[in-house]
């Protein structure tokens, strides 16, 4: 079993759909949790970072549920410009290695 | 530009030669971090640094790679005797010395633009 895990897609949408991103993990110590994006040929940056309670930044929410070992990042009215690979992250111990998905696809059309 | 720099960006080289890449960090950060992606993967692990100590390396890591931080600043990643199998993107991260954004055991990792390799 991979130790992190995300359905690749691709995501289809057009613009204004809201779309939603589901990970699991595998390592139940795991400490923290991000989603960053990565557009093609270039480097991941950082979206988000995941807390227990939940957090939003605009239109990303991103919600974890550590009892599952499972990660989700929703986008509301999405745009042509949230186009990109989206790849959940995991922190097995803090400031350590980033334990990456394969990342999802998402293409946003007009 | 204050963010992490990678040079070169791109290297083509033949199987066998070796190669050295440079990574300087985010200049506040003490943590610096090496990872290596390929095609259609997420990138993956391979070693990193506090300061000038190594303090971790991936089981990908094979005897061919080495990577230093002598002075705590840059870090360089060589790739001896290159084979086919090491064409990748090769990136650097660096985080700061504490959890980000004000969040205890959040270590936010910035990444630099990548070095693409290339082997022959």
């Known amino acids: 079993r991979k130790e992190v895990e995300q359905d690749p897609g691709p995501f289809n949408v057009p613009e204004g759909a809201t779309v939603a991103f589901n990970c699991t993990y595998s390592?139940?110590?795991?400490?923290?949790f991000f989603w960053y994006r990565q557009d093609c040929r270039k480097e991941p940056k950082l979206l988000m970072s995941?807390?227990?309670s939940g957090n939003e930044d605009g239109r990303f929410t991103a919600q974890l549920n550590r009892a599952s070992q499972y990660i989700s990042l929703l986008i509301r009215d999405s745009k042509l410009s949230d186009s990109a690979t989206y790849l959940c992250v995991v922190n097995g111990q803090a400031g350590t290695a980033l334990i990456f998905g394969k990342g999802t696809t998402l293409s946003v059309s007009s | 530009d204050t963010g992490v720099s990678q040079d070169p960006r791109h290297k083509i080289t033949k199987r066998g030669q070796n190669v050295t890449f440079r990574c300087d960090p985010i200049?506040?950060?003490?943590?610096l971090y090496w990872y290596r992606q390929t095609l259609g993967q997420g990138p993956e692990f391979l070693t990193y640094?506090?300061?000038?100590?190594?303090?971790?390396k991936s089981r990908l890591l094979s005897d061919r790679f080495s990577a230093e931080r002598p002075k705590g600043s840059f870090s360089t990643l060589e790739i001896q005797r290159t084979e086919q199998g090491d064409s990748a993107m090769y990136l650097c991260?660096?985080?700061?010395?504490?959890?980000?954004?004000?969040?205890?055991?959040?270590?936010?990792?910035?990444f630099g633009p990548g070095t693409r390799l290339t082997v022959t």
């Open positions: 390592n139940s110590a795991s400490q923290s």
């Open positions: 995941v807390y227990s």
């Open positions: 640094f506090q300061n000038e100590a190594q303090l971790e």
């Open positions: 200049s506040e950060h003490n943590r």
């Open positions: 991260a660096s985080s700061l010395p504490s959890g980000g954004r004000g969040v205890a055991n959040y270590y936010e990792q910035y």
